[in-house]
C-alpha cells in the first residue's frame, strides 16, 4: 500500500497517509486543518555520518520490561 509522508508547513506535524496520488492535494493537516502540507520525500534524509562504532558512549542501565 502506497504510503505518503506529508508534513504541515504550519504546524510542522508530520504523519503519514496512505492516499492515492489524486487525492493527495485534498489532505489536510490533522493537527491544524491546515493544507499547506508538503510531501517529504525520503525518510532517512536525516543521514548521520556514524561511520562504524565509537567509544564515550554512556548508557544508563534501566529496569526495562516488554510487558508493561
Ligand atoms: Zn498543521
Redesign the pocket.
Known sequence: MPFYEFR?Q????QFTKNVSWLKKHTLT?P????RKLQEVFGLNYLGSKDSGSSGAAGGGGGGCSPFG
Open positions: 504541515c504550519d504546524c510542522g506535524h493537516c493537527k491544524c486543518d491546515s
